[in-house]
């Protein structure tokens, strides 16, 4: 068989549904990998991955929230020469999936409808060890290859972020795996700023004085009214670019629920943080600008008898850079090149969400991401389509072994 120009790939389906199910039943929310990192681990030394060429990076000691573990990679050492390919995934999984306890279901994999099931991503975890399997046990001729399992993706990409590009050996072109739908080609994303903004108002009674206090709730609802209205809530679009933000929280002090204590005093703190989402790193940080200057002019319009306002403190942050490949990109041709084998249309995509991909572009990698099989994620119902991820299987396995 020529794995070069066939479709007919060489994937023992129910060996690599049988890993899907081991992994999906670990548990690792963002943050506490240390378990399905150990899992993937030992999975990989049991088909023939020596354990040296397994290793830890230490990106957990520069994430800005704890982390048991840094980036899971393995190296594998070419059998043909030729320019060293990534394969990347992410291990931890969202709060929501605590507890899972995944079950085949005809063509599904679901969960007992407690949990989310953990699909996202651990279809890609399950991937990445289905495609080392396949190239050791068949002795496929490969470039040499790099497999990274990243962590803490689902609370903000720290682990892509705080990756030391030098980690990768030099990796030409990225395959990450984190969608639904092999067809679907996601070939850029959207940039991610963020931004917090903490009001201190002064308490007073509010039937007794109410004109002696500064109301941080209402500082804050005027400066969300601004915004609004300014045209920066929700979806932007301005002659000089577009894109998207929202308000999540509006609390009060040490995250507490409520901005306040009691209907008789006026609020004195409110805390408020939001994000901006754009194509452009520039614009969306032109939407932060908007809600800035709306939160300045409800500083000026809330005051006491005395004529005094709030403290008005706004911070921000860029999260995540944007970016796009184009259709000629050599990664974006080697995906295409490999659906076609398997008889399968390419559909590019742009996300309107953040990836693993935008900092692994970022360091130097072209990445495009790929689908195998999750659905209706970071939600009870979420459950994995199993045909798509054979078909994730083996759209890998072509990528890896397709001749240059």
Known sequence: MDIMSSSSVPLDVDAAIDHLMNFLSVEGVTGQEANIAAAVSDALKKIGVPASAIRFDDANT????????GNLIVDLPGTKPGPRLLFSTHLDTVPLCAGAKPRREGDRIVSDGTTALGGDARTGVALLVVLAETLIKHKLPHPPITLLFTVREESGLHGARELKPAELGGAVMCINVDGQLASEL???????????VEIKGRASHAGVAPEKGISATLVGAIGLSEAHNAGWFGKVVKPDGRGTSNVGIFGGKGGTVAAGDATNVVTDYAFIKGEARSPELTFAGKIVDGYEAAFAKAKAAVKDHEGDTAEVTFRRQPAYPPFELGKDTPVVQRATKALKLLGIEPTLLFSNGGLDANWLDKHGVPTITIGAGQAEIHTIKEFVKLDEYEKGCRLGILMATLDD
């Open 62 to 69: 520069r994430i800005p929230v704890p982390t048991q573990t």
């Open 186 to 196: 996601i070939i850029g994303a959207v940039g991610q700023e963020n931004w917090e």
